[in-house]
């Protein structure tokens, strides 16, 4: 259901300050889909569709803590959708290192930049390459 009038989002994140949001939606001309993600007191929350893992587990209406980077300071989140598809993933910094997850499907090779398989994940995972000991700052 949609709503005209500004919803608190409560749940997992009531009482905790948030620093960072994305969201993201798409209509591939049959579907639409999005999801969205907030950094409440350095940890994140995702919900939505989750078409492509996106969300990093089931789909949900309500924000759910992002587990496999519990513990972590997390300090930055961002989605894409790619158009067309309805589908996208989405990005974290957290403790000074880039995480990915979602979808990985690019004609060109990788979209979470873990190589070209899986087509996606729902694990937020360490890029590598030649970020591999880098600091990622925001």
Same mark, same amino acid.
């Given at each position: 259901?949609?709503?005209?009038? +500004?919803?608190?989002?409560?749940?997992?994140?009531?009482? #905790?300050? *948030?620093?960072?949001?994305?969201?993201?939606?798409?209509?591939?001309?049959?579907?639409?889909?999005?999801?969205?993600?907030? *950094?409440?007191?350095?940890?994140?929350?995702?919900?939505?569709?989750?078409?492509?893992?996106?969300?990093?587990?089931?789909?949900?209406?309500? +924000?759910?803590?992002?587990?496999?980077?519990?513990? #972590?300071?997390?300090?930055?989140?961002?989605?894409?959708?790619?158009?067309?598809?309805? /589908?996208?993933?989405?990005?974290?910094?957290?403790?000074?290192?880039?995480?990915?997850?979602?979808?990985?499907?690019? /004609?060109?090779?990788?979209?979470?930049?873990?190589? /070209?398989? +899986?087509?996606?994940?729902?694990? +937020?995972?360490?890029?590598?390459?030649?970020?591999?000991? #880098?600091?990622?700052?925001?």
């Amino acid at each position: 259901t949609s709503t005209a009038t +500004p919803t608190l989002v409560g749940g997992a994140m009531a009482g #905790k300050t *948030v620093t960072d949001f994305a969201f993201n939606a798409a209509y591939n001309g049959t579907t639409s889909n999005g999801n969205a993600c907030a *950094v409440a007191s350095a940890q994140l929350y995702c919900w939505g569709s989750n078409t492509t893992s996106d969300t990093g587990g089931a789909a949900t209406a309500t +924000p759910v803590l992002i587990s496999a980077l519990a513990g #972590k300071t997390v300090t930055s989140v961002f989605t894409t959708r790619m158009d067309g598809y309805a /589908s996208g993933s989405t990005c974290a910094i957290a403790d000074g290192s880039l995480y990915c997850w979602g979808g990985n499907f690019l /004609s060109t090779g990788s979209l979470l930049g873990i190589g /070209s398989s +899986p087509t996606s994940t729902a694990t +937020p995972t360490l890029v590598g390459g030649a970020m591999a000991g #880098k600091t990622v700052g925001q």
